[in-house]
């Protein structure tokens, strides 16, 4: 078996035209499912795996989708039923993304706001949502200020202290642990070197009239990933001893162990528009879940499923490729590829392909967003959060009689 030596254009602009045909004709077998080392080669065998990850997503977004079609690449509000039986067409942008080889799927989501968090835990709460996966943080959106608008941030809408307590009425959201953690096996020594943020909560639906309800308390486990910039893939960190691929199976583990989508209920799964790394981690999710049932590997076909029940989720190409090479730094870490896959070496392939996608999003995103958005401490959002102390989101029991008439009546 040969080591092969793997060269990566400069530009995409000088891929040959013989490369870019091979890219093109790659993205044409969408939809097909392949074994695993018959997947690795046909992607990561070619001259450059990273253009023909480009090619494909663009073939991907120039095909043919009846829902984009009929909504005209939107989103569409969708009427949920509430409880009492009555239809009401709630103030978040969501929609079901069913699991194609069974289980509870996932529902994509945008992140609540000031306006949409009630109907947000009635979403939760109505279909049986068990599991939330926070792709942003809260008042990330201020970082972005050329784009900013209050309307549209994410707000905190869950406690995040042991005994804390938020009123969404008619619903009140209690916490019953939080903790910062680096993986699932690992907490956190500092902010600095956090990852994400596991919160235990416990939702409780209060009828305005009687008071709880019986089978009204539900269990929610709740994660709030704090290193995935809007746009991007998820950043190496602490920056100085971490790498791309460890940060994207870091990801992966998180979902997989903290969550564990496979059981339960649903996942609910938001960024902010609920497009880009929502429909990032639910691929890797869902391709990984294909490969342990059937042994095959389609995530072309994986990403079309998506768009055909929420349109644009994953955003560009960049995450297009980061769930290619995330899925097969897993399978290489679990044996299931080996070190050399058709004579050629597997780690090598790999490096090259991530090293060609970090230059690219230097390139793109050189200067901005501030990194120190990253750096800053984890708990930076709590600063904001005080600044919406007064706002009726946050008003405690006493408060909520009126609210209820407000929101609900």
Known sequence: MTKIKHTTPQNSSTATKKEKTASAVNAKKKGTDLKLDRWFLTHFSVPCPYDGFR??????????????????????????????????????????????????????????????VYDFWTLVYQEKVDKVLSLNFPFEERYYPNNYS????????????????????????????????????????????????????????INPVTGPMPDSVREVVHVCYLRWPDGRIPMPWPPDNDTFSE???????????????????????????????????????????????????????????????????VMNHWQYAFINLVFAEKMLSIGHLTAYCG??????????????????????????????MFEAETVQWKIFAEQLSSSKAYQLESCQEEETIVELG
């Open 55 to 116: 090619a494909e997503f663009e073939a991907l977004n120039d095909s043919e989708n009846p829902w984009m079609e009929e909504n005209k690449k939107k989103n569409p509000y969708i009427a949920w039923n509430i409880v009492g039986g009555e239809t009401k067409t709630l103030k978040v942008n969501a929609q079901k993304i069913p699991c194609p080889n069974g289980g509870s799927g996932f529902i994509a989501c945008e992140g609540p706001t000031l306006t949409s």
């Open 150 to 205: 209050a309307e549209h941030e994410t707000i905190r809408y869950w406690p995040t202290e042991a005994g804390e307590v938020l009123y969404f009425m008619p619903y009140k959201v209690t916490c019953l642990s939080s903790v910062f953690k680096y993986a699932p096996n690992e907490m956190s020594v500092d902010n600095k070197n956090t990852i994400y943020r596991l919160s235990r909560l416990i939702l409780t639906f």
């Open 247 to 313: 940060a994207g199976l870091r990801l992966l583990d998180t979902i997989t162990e903290e969550l564990k989508p496979e059981t339960g209920g649903p996942s609910l799964v938001h960024c902010h528009a609920g497009l880009g790394r929502t429909g990032a981690a639910i691929a890797l999710v869902q391709c990984l879940h294909q490969y342990q049932l059937s042994s095959t590997v389609n995530i072309w076909g994986c990403v079309e499923r998506m768009r055909e029940f929420r349109s644009r989720m």
């Open 343 to 372: 004579g050629y070496d597997v780690r090598a392939l790999l490096r090259s392909t991530w090293k060609r996608l970090e230059s690219e999003l230097n390139r793109a995103f050189e200067g901005q967003p501030p990194l120190q």
